[in-house]
């Protein structure tokens, strides 16, 4: 399939071309504010015209500056669900939505980003996520709960949002080569040619391709405690190669 691609670098942060794919870097780290390097696929499209949807396979070789960068970083698919876009600036209308993605995924361990007690919130992870597109009515329980207790308002997030991932032992220092498979009926993800997680749960499209690093952080840990922010003092890269994205 053929990739157009967008790039978002704000202050303190750069995405650069390499020889053979992208370097993305947050390079200054005394910059106070929020810091991201990204590249996707559907930076001017409206949700329902994301490019990409199921059988489709993604590939690429990638390594990083250390085992784990304050923030966050990673590669694949995703609904943007947290974008919030009122279509002023030539930007479509984009309200947030409930995450549907598939995707290799670094979360410093400031962050815990499950909903799930029995799968891992932080560290280097191959993860998918399907929510429905219009729950209302599941909604308006964790919106009740949400005041009185965080824990079980997580508990009702829990059972709207399928998740699945695994926390995987990479060195991701090193030059290694990743890929996944998404179709209608599973996800699959390799490292190096060796199978690390397959699995039913398997994202609603249509979704855009995204490869980042930035400097946030969120949590909403198994006990209720909730929040988010930046690390402040982040530094470090990601460098990508060979992408190749291809329908099946």
Do not use: C
Not at 58 to 72: C, E, F, N, V
Not at 166 to 189: C, G, I, K, M, N
Not at 197 to 213: A, F, Q, R, Y
């Amino acid at each position: 399939m053929e990739e157009s691609f967008s790039v978002q670098a704000t202050e303190g942060a750069s995405v650069s071309i390499t020889a053979d794919g992208y370097r993305f870097a947050l390079d200054d780290w005394e910059f106070g504010g929020y810091r991201l390097a990204q590249l996707d696929d559907y930076a001017h499209l409206p949700r329902r015209k994301f490019p990409s949807k199921a059988p489709l396979t993604l590939g690429l070789r990638a390594r990083a500056s250390a085992a784990s960068i304050p923030g966050t970083w990673g590669f694949g698919l995703w609904n943007d669900p947290f974008g919030l876009s009122l279509g002023f600036g030539g930007v479509p209308w984009r309200l947030p939505a409930l995450p549907n993605a598939v995707w290799f995924f670094h979360a410093s361990g400031e962050n815990h980003l499950s909903f799930r007690n029995d799968k891992p919130g932080n560290g280097f992870l191959a993860q998918a996520f399907r929510s429905p597109r219009f729950p209302p009515g599941r909604l308006a329980r964790v919106g009740l709960a949400l005041p009185f207790s965080r824990r079980k308002a997580r508990h009702w997030m829990s059972r709207i949002v399928e998740e699945d991932g695994v926390r995987l032992s990479v060195d991701v220092t090193q030059w290694h080569a990743y890929r996944f498979e998404w179709s209608p009926a599973r996800s699959a993800f390799w490292v190096d040619e060796a199978l690390v997680l397959e699995t039913p749960v398997t994202p609603h499209p249509p979704l855009g391709l995204v490869i980042w690093l930035d400097n946030q952080y969120a949590f909403w840990r198994p006990d209720g405690k909730l929040g988010w922010g930046i690390v402040e003092g982040a530094e470090g890269w990601i460098e990508v190669e060979e992408i190749v994205m291809s329908e099946k």
